[in-house]
């Protein structure tokens, strides 16, 4: 037996394809509630006191427990209570709550470094509370953090392929798959690698020269 063979690593090459384009599916879309959730968060935590403390303790509770244990709860626990949601469903929303708690650290460090005498000029001028933070605080927030947002959603492209516990066909899923049919793992999971080192490394280049232009948090 060879230890490569180019005609099976072709032959496994489209399934590979669409496995890796489920991944990009479930990246962004946690990204986008990572990223609104994350902000929502953050500006709870400066609300009153009893939301706050509330929005506190949910934080850490999720912070603190892996995410792996989030997505078999909310696959298996959930029909529990009557609510079944499809595998990429709940892979989605698993991966955007998780990184939404670590998004808003980075909110609530980007809100902090905004000047107080830019929230003391709108309490002077007697701006709406939302007005104070769609119109002074978050513009000046949020271009802040943006390449340490960058550097959550390259590691929640990584942690996509928990998603094979739950059947999710991401392209590790695919991998193994291939893997398992025809017995030969070294090319399926071979490939599955440099398919994540060639958009992961670029995507880390563009955040470090966006770290570079608008400095981190």
Request: hydrophobic share 55%; charged share 15%; with cysteine.
């Amino acid at each position: 037996m060879t230890v490569w063979d180019w005609n099976y690593a072709f032959s496994i090459l489209p399934a590979l394809i669409e496995g890796l384009g489920l991944t990009l599916v479930a990246t962004v879309l946690g990204s986008i509630v990572a990223m609104l959730l994350g902000l929502v968060f953050a500006v709870l935590q400066r609300g009153p006191r009893p939301v706050a403390i509330v929005v506190r303790l949910f934080v850490e509770f999720v912070r603190s427990t892996p995410l792996l244990v989030q997505i078999f709860f909310l696959y298996f626990g959930l029909p529990v209570f009557g609510i079944v949601l499809p595998g990429l469903a709940v892979g989605v929303i698993a991966l955007g709550v998780h990184y939404a708690c670590y998004t808003s650290e980075v909110y609530r460090a980007g809100i902090d470094a905004v000047p107080r005498g830019q929230w003391e000029a709108a309490t002077a001028l007697s701006l709406p509370r939302s007005r104070v933070w769609t119109g002074v605080v978050l513009p000046q927030a949020v271009p802040r953090v943006i390449p340490a947002l960058g550097n959550y959603v390259i590691s929640m492209f990584k942690e996509v392929p928990l998603l094979v516990g739950i059947s999710v066909l991401d392209v590790v899923g695919r991998a193994e798959e291939a893997g398992n049919t025809y017995f030969r793992y070294v090319e399926p999971y071979t490939m599955a690698g440099l398919f994540f080192l060639l958009l992961s490394y670029p995507a880390s280049l563009l955040v470090r020269r966006l770290e570079r232009r608008v400095g981190t948090i």
